[in-house]
């Protein structure tokens, strides 16, 4: 079971749009759609952004948004804010019913 | 509001186990799949494995061998047994809630606060 590829950073301006990817493989990520997205800040748990590929959790901003092409899933984040800078993780349901993370990116909000 | 707390031992020895327990309070353990995750100082997360409120269980094929999970419905808690530890288990571990239902999946949706396991003689 090999981790997700994701960049391992990314960044932008306030305002802008940014795209993270998550890459695996036709036994995971391209296998179904239980991809989920998580925002973890500095010393704090993981908090859910995005599940089902596309699905947002009560609670969670519209600026958030998923979707997947084959074996690849990406998080957009429009109109970014200083408060997005955080480190973002894509999750997969995988082959033998377990789960598996990306690696993980930094975002910085320049 | 779901909340869940992690406890046991901050220091383990190495070649001894690891245990920790995940309370759950403010909704019921039952139909739902109870992971552990860890995350090593300054890397990123890795599943360690499910149980679900029925007992079944899968784990990380990395960690199988030294892994076992329990749950308790009668406490609502469920609980995480590393055994032959090293330095590299070393890590902030947290306890999450899964739900997949219906053909859905709905993420680890709530976290515990995580809790910090040093291997260290």
């Known amino acids: 079971q090999s981790a997700l590829t994701q960049p391992a950073s990314v960044s932008g301006s306030p305002g802008q749009s940014i795209t993270i990817s998550c890459t695996g493989t036709s036994s995971d990520v391209g296998a179904s759609n239980y991809v989920s997205w998580y925002q973890q800040h500095p010393d704090k748990a993981p908090k859910l952004l995005i599940y089902d590929v596309t699905n947002r959790p009560s609670g969670v901003s519209n600026r958030f948004s998923g979707s997947k092409s084959a074996n690849t899933a990406s998080l957009t984040i429009s109109g970014l804010q200083a408060e997005d800078e955080a480190d973002y993780y894509c999750?997969?349901?995988?082959?033998?019913?377990?789960?598996?993370f990306g690696g993980g990116t930094k975002l910085t909000v320049l | 509001q779901v909340q869940l707390q992690e406890s046991g031992p901050g220091l383990v020895k190495p070649s001894e186990t690891l245990s920790l327990t995940c309370t759950v309070s403010?909704?019921?353990?039952?139909?739902?799949?109870w992971s552990w995750i860890r995350q090593p100082p300054g890397k990123g997360l890795e599943w360690i494995g499910y149980?679900?409120?029925?007992?079944?269980?899968n784990y990380n094929p990395s960690l199988k061998s030294r892994v076992t999970m329990s749950v308790d419905t009668s406490k609502n808690q469920f609980s995480l047994k590393l055994n032959s530890v090293t330095a590299a288990d070393t890590a902030v571990y947290y306890c999450a809630r899964y739900l997949m239902i219906n053909g859905l999946a709905y993420g680890f949706d709530y976290w515990g606060q995580g809790t910090l396991v040093t291997v260290s003689s």
């Open positions: 149980i679900y409120s029925s007992g079944s269980t």
């Open positions: 403010g909704g019921s353990i039952n139909n739902y799949f």
């Open positions: 999750n997969s349901y995988g082959s033998g019913s377990t789960w598996v």
